[in-house]
């Protein structure tokens, strides 16, 4: 059967073009009517060709799926096409073309890309897609005909968007290098509206060294790739001069950062950390156990530094050694728990956050109770707790799964136990100076963090976002705490890089994360763009060289 699957994608690609028709093989049967299969998209809108495009004449509407890398790379392409001219819209009727940057860790995130995709294209609108799906599985069958991003292509965006609004399909799959090297990406100087004007999200590296059985990322994103430190930095410094007051270092793995470059990960924080202006914060991204575990001392010294968040997120996965064996972690639950114990004792206060998936194929219940029983030791105040879903072309998709309905039951049982406790009840009274970077859902209240990451909300006041202020805990959730702020405005801390020169313009951006908040609808783009310049100067010779054409023209 392994075999025949790699011939043939479906048992109905043996039908050959000499086979009878449907139609044919019912005609004799009188009581059987035929009808054909409706064409896909036969009632979709036409969508506009633009002969030429004007910068400026057409709305774009960018929406996002995945996990802060894949904001970033929409960040830097909706940058790039805003300082081309075009406009960016929140209302993706009102857009000529919708830009779709999709995720490929769940099956369900791919369904709802594919469906966004079908409503784009029935609903008459030019569509690109651009992230992980379309990189990894560049031939599927709902793609076809789209112009397509790949993940180290996205400073190509403005050329691949107004070749789609001619009607064209474009696609940029090919990897970048550089001398023979694999580069993480697209230089990170490159313009950016941000989701939230004060968070500054900067991709370290790109790809990763395991290679987990259920995972689908590595087909997307490769093998490590790091970013210069010296661009790094740069690009930190770029972002706290535009009013920045939160950075976020995101990538498939951080702790594996700098081994193909021969740097690491606390050699790139420690510069870091000389560039963060008072009262702005760094936090530093998901890590896996193997790659921490040699910088432990390290990174419990970056950890509590003031001006970086006490917060990591270590994804364990399964408390069962050989559930880790099945799924090629290369670490074993005491691996982990050294890293969790370490840096508990050495960081005060410190959070670690981590995933779960329930159902790995080959899970028995003495290997689920491990999990539970690592989870009930820790009690982790952020715990992401998944089902396991085969994505196709992982070695865990041929593995033989468990049933559906133990795989819900064992999901409830931990999520049971996960609600079973709040992290914060002992925290009442407490006085705590936090950092308001966000909006509630509700929007009823602003979101701060502590030094541990944990969030704080307080009263919508005037001027209070972006400050750093002394807080008295009142009340507490399974989720958050809530304040009282204990100062006057004029005793609120700013980031001291930010000036009443910094300007922040009004705008919108579609994304859909896992962070839990809903971040003020806002961009903050840098100051004018090179690539604005250039567009403005390329718009002009069009329109010179057109009307000297037309001109010659006339007179031949």
């Given at each position: 059967m392994s075999v025949c699957s790699?011939?043939?994608d479906d048992i109905e690609d043996l039908i050959s073009s000499q086979d009878i028709t449907p139609k044919e093989r019912y005609a004799t049967r009188?009581?059987?009517t035929y009808r054909p299969?409706?064409?896909e998209n036969q009632d979709a809108v036409e969508k506009p060709i633009f002969q030429s495009v004007v910068p400026g004449t057409q709305r774009i509407y960018v929406k996002t799926w995945g996990c802060a890398h894949n904001n970033s790379d929409s960040e830097y392409m909706a940058g790039q096409l805003s300082a081309f001219g075009y406009k960016l819209v929140e209302d993706k009727q009102d857009?000529?073309?919708w830009l779709l940057n999709s995720c490929t860790v769940k099956n369900p995130s791919e369904d709802t890309f594919r469906n966004e995709i079908q409503a784009g294209v029935a609903g008459g609108k030019h569509v690109v897609v651009a992230g992980c799906v379309p990189q990894g599985a560049p031939k599927s069958d709902y793609l076809k005909g789209l112009s397509v991003i790949g993940v180290q292509q996205i400073d190509r965006v403005v050329e691949v968007v107004e070749e789609t609004l001619k009607g064209h399909s474009v696609r940029l799959l090919q990897p970048k290098k550089e001398a023979g090297r694999r580069l993480a990406g697209p230089k990170l100087a490159l313009p950016k509206?941000?989701?939230n004007p004060l968070i500054e999200i900067i991709p370290i590296n790109s790809g990763c060294l395991n290679q987990c059985t259920y995972c689908k990322t590595k087909h997307a994103r490769g093998d490590l790739a790091s970013y210069d430190p010296e661009e790094i930095v740069t690009r930190a410094e770029q972002a706290f001069r535009e009013g920045?007051?939160?950075l976020w270092l995101?990538?498939?793995?951080?702790?594996t950062y700098g081994r193909d470059i021969g740097s690491s990960l606390p050699e790139l924080l420690w510069k870091l950390v000389e560039v963060i202006p008072e009262g702005c914060m760094m936090r530093v991204g998901m890590t896996n156990p193997p790659y921490i575990l040699e910088h432990l001392v390290e990174m419990a010294k970056i950890l509590n530094h003031p001006r970086v968040y006490a917060f990591l997120h270590v994804p364990v996965q399964t408390g069962s050694d050989a559930i880790l064996a099945s799924m090629k972690r290369e670490y074993s639950r005491e691996d982990f728990e050294r890293v969790v114990d370490f840096l508990r004792e050495h960081v005060p206060n410190v959070t670690i956050a981590t995933d779960i998936i329930c159902g790995f194929p080959g899970e028995t219940e003495v290997d689920f109770a491990e999990t539970m029983d690592l989870c009930e030791k820790y009690k982790f105040p952020s715990l992401f707790i998944n089902q396991f879903f085969p994505r196709p072309g992982t070695p865990a998709a041929r593995m033989p799964r468990i049933p559906a309905n133990l795989v819900k039951t064992r999901t409830k049982r931990l999520t049971d136990l996960f609600y079973s406790y709040e992290p914060y009840s002992n925290r009442i009274g407490e006085i705590q100076r936090v950092l308001v970077t966000e909006i509630s859902h509700d929007k009823r209240f602003y979101v701060a963090h502590n030094k541990?990451?944990?969030?704080?909300?307080?009263?919508?006041k005037d001027n209070l976002m972006g400050k750093s202020v002394m807080v008295k805990i009142q009340s507490t959730s399974k989720f958050s705490m809530e304040g009282e702020i204990l100062e006057d405005e004029n005793a609120w801390k700013a980031c001291s890089i930010v000036t009443e020169g910094n300007s922040l313009q009004n705008g919108h951006l579609n994304f859909e994360d896992t962070s839990g908040q809903e971040p003020p609808a806002a961009i903050a783009p840098a100051r004018t763009s090179p690539l604005l310049i250039y567009g403005i100067i390329a718009l002009l010779l069009a329109i010179i060289y057109r009307f000297s054409w037309r001109l010659l023209t006339e007179i031949e």
């Open positions: 790699e011939i043939i009188k009581g059987v299969k409706k064409a857009a000529d073309l509206v941000r989701k920045v007051c939160e995101t990538s498939e793995d951080t702790g541990a990451y944990e969030q704080v909300l307080l009263p919508m």
